[in-house]
T-cell receptor, first 114, second 112 residues
Framework: NAGVTQTPKFQVLKTGQSMTLQCAQD?????MSWYRQDPGMGLRLIHY???????DQGEVPNGYNVSRSTTEDFPLRLLSAAPSQTSVYFC?????????????FGSGTRLTVV | GQQVMQIPQYQHVQEGEDFTTYCNSS?????IQWYKQRPGGHPVFLIQ?????EVKKQKRLTFQFGEAKKNSSLHITATQTTDVGTYFC????????????FGTGTRLLVSP
């Protein structure tokens, strides 16, 4: 199994550009989430989903959109990139409530906005 | 909003010494998860606690969930250089497992 796959691994954007960070999982997990991690800091929840067609906001949703049309994919869209969005972005997935398996994380996308 | 505070922020120990990190919440938590992130890596799930007073062990790691379900701890006995990394607690509060919010993390450095 590939687990959670994030693409691209690295990206440089100019201020104002838009882009989509891809996330795919092959474990048939219902729950998926996006986090950002700034240098030396913890992980902050951007958006999450409990199943296809269902998404909700996390702690820091502004400037980001998500959709979940399939169980496997959970793309994160940056609408108009800003330098404050320079960060490492992690996608994660889990079986869901009570499973006790925790979240499986992708290897991350390192985004720089100039 | 839900907040989970973690202390200390950083700890530097000599190999063989013990290490403990604490996770505290002002509200009752339905669950606590612990993750480890190696430098330059991604978080890796270690364990989940859901019962009041629960204690779980993984080799040299001991995890506890407080009786009031408002705090948790991770204790490492006789640290090794392979224990280096940042340890995070995380919880979805009292709303199930979907909205997982992370603590600020404790960075552990182990000198040989």
């Amino acid at each position: 199994n590939a687990g959670v796959t994030q693409t691209p691994k690295f990206q440089v954007l100019k201020t104002g550009q838009s882009m989509t960070l891809q996330c795919a999982q092959d474990m048939n997990h219902e729950y998926m989430s996006w986090y950002r991690q700034d240098p030396g800091m913890g992980l902050r929840l951007i958006h999450y989903s409990v199943g296809a067609g269902i998404t909700d906001q996390g702690e820091v949703p502004n400037g980001y959109n998500v959709s979940r049309s399939t169980t496997e994919d959970f793309p994160l869209r940056l609408l108009s990139a800003a330098p404050s969005q320079t960060s490492v972005y992690f996608c994660a997935s889990s079986y869901g409530q009570g499973a006790g398996y925790g979240y499986t994380f992708g290897s991350g996308t390192r985004l720089t906005v100039v | 909003g839900q907040q989970v505070m973690q202390i200390p922020q950083y700890q530097h120990v000599q190999e063989g010494e013990d290490f403990t990190t604490y996770c505290n919440s002002s509200t009752t938590l339905s669950n606590i998860q612990w993750y480890k992130q190696r430098p330059g890596g991604h978080p890796v799930f270690l364990i989940q606690l859901v019962k009041s007073g629960e204690v779980k062990k993984q080799k040299r790691l001991t995890f506890q969930f407080g009786e009031a379900k408002k705090n948790s701890s991770l204790h490492i006995t006789a640290t090794q250089t392979t224990d280096v990394g940042t340890y995070f607690c995380a919880s979805s509060g009292n709303t199930g497992f979907q909205k997982l919010v992370f603590g600020t993390g404790t960075r552990l450095l182990v000198s040989p």
